[in-house]
């Protein structure tokens, strides 16, 4: 009994402790949930890390921070459902595993992280890389080590391979490739990325190109990871790996570049997600003179196809969910995927929709992420100019709140208090 009474006193006087923390950000335009009409002056009152209630008009609080948003457009905090945190960083190049790339790789994920934060994306799926490190920064930012954005990762890519210095993700028959899949879900993965073709760098990357696995073989990953629950991601470029994915049930489709209208129904048929990926479509401009003799006609295919075909998917009813390929493309320019979701034919509203509502459900996040509303966890960012009007505003995001937090644009810009 005593000891009973001293666990309740410990625990009563820690409650005490942690007072409740109130912020009130009043919008002068609110797009709380894009696809519905956006609406003026607005308050948005969070407690702690979710959104307490919206209120119409400038309300006040006591005792609440106060975010001056009145000359802005406030909206949730973007989700880039396609990323490698581990890519495109400095630190680990040219090291590999005996030499330290893993600690070394941890300085690029925080890096990029931060860039990704900055840019107002406040949650992200990182779907594949090497070594641990995004686990590490996910299970750091959810402590609130370090800021970031959500986290939801893949750990290593299922691939065809036959040796250990091939990864762990590497497998070749139906007892590997579960082994392969249980050793990710053993690190913590929140989803399974199989590798259904060949990567989109190579010459096989193209519209013939057939399946790296057999069906039995990725039936035996969407198996193994549904034990848990997981699901499954497919990086998949040519036909007939984009079908036989979506026949065995994977969540998603990464790229999808030749998507035809088997692949179109099959989406629509199974509710599954299209990631296109479009932004990579820079990079493809950009280096296609200087590649190789054999890259020419595949890159080609790429420019010529690859927006189409998004398009005829969007068209189709398809549910298209953004994701840029950071990593591949540049950490913190993830809203140039929405400028290209505009240029094939999308609406503002839509392509916000996409990076927002649309990947929340993706996420399995649907109220929680990617609205507005009562409940929701308190991400949300403000630009100067209205993304509805021209959706490059999301290029200049100047604030930037991710649970409850004030990481970008507080005090001494739109805050009035810098009290904590
Ligand atoms: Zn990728």
């Known amino acids: 009994m005593v000891r009973l009474t001293l666990i309740l006193a410990v625990f009563m006087v820690c409650h005490a402790a942690h007072a409740e923390r109130w912020t009130v950000i009043h ?25 307490d209630r919206v209120a119409a008009g400038y309300v006040e609080l006591d005792g609440a921070r106060l975010v001056d948003l009145k000359d802005a457009y406030v909206l949730p905090g973007l989700i880039d459902a396609h990323v490698h945190l581990g890519l495109g960083g400095d630190h680990a190049a040219k090291r ?17 992280a931060r860039k ?32 970031g954005p959500r986290l939801f990762v893949a750990g290593h890519i299922i691939r065809i391979g036959t040796t250990e210095a091939d990864g762990s993700g590497a497998c070749h028959d139906v007892g590997s490739c579960r082994a392969a899949v249980r050793r990710q879900i053993g690190m913590g993965a929140d989803w399974i990325k199989l590798y259904a073709t060949c990567s989109g760098s190579k010459p096989c990357g193209r519209e013939s190109a057939p399946p790296v696995f057999l069906r039995d073989e990725i039936a035996s990953v969407i198996e ?9 991601a497919a990086h998949a470029h040519g036909t007939a790996g984009i079908n036989a994915a979506l026949e065995a049930g994977v969540r998603s489709i990464e790229h999808g570049s030749y998507n035809d209208r088997v692949s179109r129904a099959l ?19 950009r280096d296609h003179e200087t590649a190789s003799e054999d890259m020419k006609p595949v890159m080609e295919g790429f420019m010529r196809d690859h927006p189409t075909r998004v398009a ?32 094939i034919g999308m609406s503002a509203a839509e392509a916000l929709r996409t990076a927002t509502v649309v990947n929340a459900e993706l996420l399995g996040k649907q109220g929680e992420l990617g609205v507005i509303a009562p409940g929701a966890y308190a991400d949300i960012i403000a630009v100067r100019r209205n993304p ?16 409850g937090h004030v990481v970008k644009g507080g005090c001494g810009h739109y805050m009035r208090s810098c009290a904590p």
Do not use: C
């Open 27 to 51: 919008a002068g335009t609110l797009i709380a949930e894009p696809g519905s009409p956006p609406l003026t002056r607005q308050s948005v009152i969070v407690k702690d890390d979710r959104i």
């Open 96 to 112: 590999g595993p005996e030499t330290g790339g893993d600690v070394y790789r941890l300085l690029d994920v925080v890096e990029n």
């Open 116 to 147: 990704t934060l900055a840019a107002g994306v406040t949650s992200v799926r990182d779907v594949g890389g090497e070594g641990w490190a995004v686990f590490a920064m996910r299970d750091a930012v959810r402590a609130g080590v370090f800021p």
């Open 224 to 232: 193994t990871a549904g034990t848990r629950q997981i699901p499954v």
């Open 267 to 285: 989406f629509t048929e199974r509710g599954a997600f299209y990631v296109p990926t479009l932004a990579v479509q820079d990079n493809i401009a």
């Open 312 to 343: 005829a998917a969007h068209a189709a009813g398809v549910k298209i969910a953004a994701g840029s390929d950071a990593g591949v493309t540049p950490h913190g320019g993830n809203a140039r995927e929405l400028w290209w979701y505009v240029k």
């Open 388 to 403: 509805l009007d021209d959706i490059a505003a999301l290029d200049a995001v100047e604030f930037v709140m991710a649970g």
